[in-house]
């Protein structure tokens, strides 16, 4: 009888969007669970936009250009203020991710930070092969970016060449003997082309409460746009929104 209840409050949330279907703009990692959303319902999300990252899903909420917005951090304080409402959804990890052939499997916080500010530039300083180092990171719009600043750069400044968009990181270590990048774990399912590294001994996995690099993921709405959206992000944090969640993230429920 519950399993039949559950299957009838979907339909019923799913039926009042699809209509018109909502406008999401924000975080290309949150945007990976968008995509199945709208392939699971078809109708729910009519249109995606991740160029802008989790920046811009902040922005468009409250300049009214999308109905949900994407965040994958901590939503800033003077978007809330503004009257922004925040719904924390799951919880992701960026992985450190280095050529598959690359014999280094595990850094330390610090040994990451000296990598990516460029006074490490030499994989034989770690214990790898003498072959310089490439670093590659996520633009500024990134949410990936500044919460690997926040948690492992400690105030120190990048030194590294900038891809765009997010995604393409995988693409460029994958191409790259001597590559490392910064990457929402999101993007890395089932991919053999790259290998993830143990940081401060703890394996990259987004279920260890202990690795050192993890992040909240919210949707953000505003004004009638909350009202609009609320159904979605119910469907969201019930058993079925988060069983697809889940294929990528760490639920919440």
Known sequence: MRTLWIALLSVFIISQIRAEGLRYEGSSTIGRFIEEARRAYPGSISSIKTKSESSGGERCTVMGRCDIGGVARRVKPGYLKM????????YDAIAVLVHRENPVSSLSSRQLRDIFRGTIRNWKEVGGIDAPITVYITNKRSATHSVFAKKIMQGYRYSAVVVEPDADILKKVAADLGGIGQLSMSFLQGDRR????????????????HYPITRPLYLVT????????????????SPAGQRILKHYFVGVR
């Open 222 to 237: 505003r004004g009638e746009a909350t009202e609009r959206a609320r159904p979605f992000i119910e469907w969201t944090l």
């Open 83 to 90: 009257g922004v409402v925040a719904t924390l959804i799951g």
């Open 194 to 209: 790259i290998k993830r590294l143990s940081i401060d001994g703890e394996p990259p996995t987004v279920d260890n409460i």
